[in-house]
């Protein structure tokens, strides 16, 4: 089951604007899908991951997973257990997720390489919903780690993906010894697999809501049915203006959260429609603040056809 949601976000705001896009993607797979661009990440990158100690093969894949995303680990206690939480500002995305399986490790001079599948999905809130709307999945990984002598961790100098499309069965062999290449390339297609690792991502989800003490449905980009402003038949000439005006904001009509410097604010875009007639209405796009619900911003237009104006 494919389960892109960046390119599949891509490709319905490509349609909504009436354009094809040409998509260059980094990491960009599927629960058993094997569309992903292949990243050989600079040791810069990944350098200031957190100052948690990865003593554990399973924690430093993590660690490494999260650097590569641009977002550090936060620990914190649920139940008398440590859980990390790995928030992003200023993004649709803010609250990351991951998931892998080690295939193999080999002991090094210095540290350890290890085989892995990894997986990440980056969750916003979409009208109350906790939404997994971005990620890539099951992506076969070369981690190398060196061992760190002042903390005894793991520390990633090197994280490379396989290959996408024809070369990718052979950037597999490449980078993993024979036996564990076969290994990848079968669990790549098993579902089973791909439910597991889930279940790790939503882990993290979870964990998330607790973090911020609140209660929201965790869902699925795929179980939930956004619509654009085209869906209630506004054409795609006025869209693709008023998208280009307000690019700040979600192209789905409805209500998304994004942190700010810490801040969180609710952008809007609400479609009122004006009697029988579709694509007659009023669409407005409000920016307000989540603690106290006061507007930051509140743009209004009127839309007929192929016009309109600002109200």
Known sequence: MTHNKFIKTALIAAIALGTVLSLSLTGCGGHSDNSHGG??????????????????????????????????????????????????????????????????????????????????????????????????????????????????????????EALDGSDYEDSVYRMFPRDVAKQALKDTADDSVGEEIDKQIRAYAEAYLKYLGRDAKISSYYEENFKILTDYGVSVEVSNALTERHGEYSIYVGQFERLENGERFVYEQRWEQEGDTKGKGVVTFRKSRYDDGKTVEEIAYQVDGDRFKRI
């Open 39 to 160: 990243r050989d990440v600079s040791l810069t990158d990944l350098a200031s991951v957190t100052d948690v100690v990865a003593d554990t093969p399973d924690l430093a894949v993590t660690q490494a997973i999260f650097a590569t995303q641009g977002v550090t680990m936060t620990p914190f206690t649920i139940d008398g257990e440590t859980r990390y939480v790995a928030a992003k500002d200023g993004e649709s995305w803010e609250c990351l997720g991951e998931g892998h399986k080690i295939l193999g490790t080999k002991e090094t001079d210095n540290g350890m390489d290890i085989y892995a599948l990894c997986s990440a999905y980056g969750y916003g809130f979409r009208d109350g919903r906790l939404v997994d709307e971005y990620g890539f999945g099951k992506v076969p990984t070369l981690l190398q780690f060196e061992t760190d002598p002042a903390t005894g961790g793991y520390v990633c100098t090197h994280y490379e």
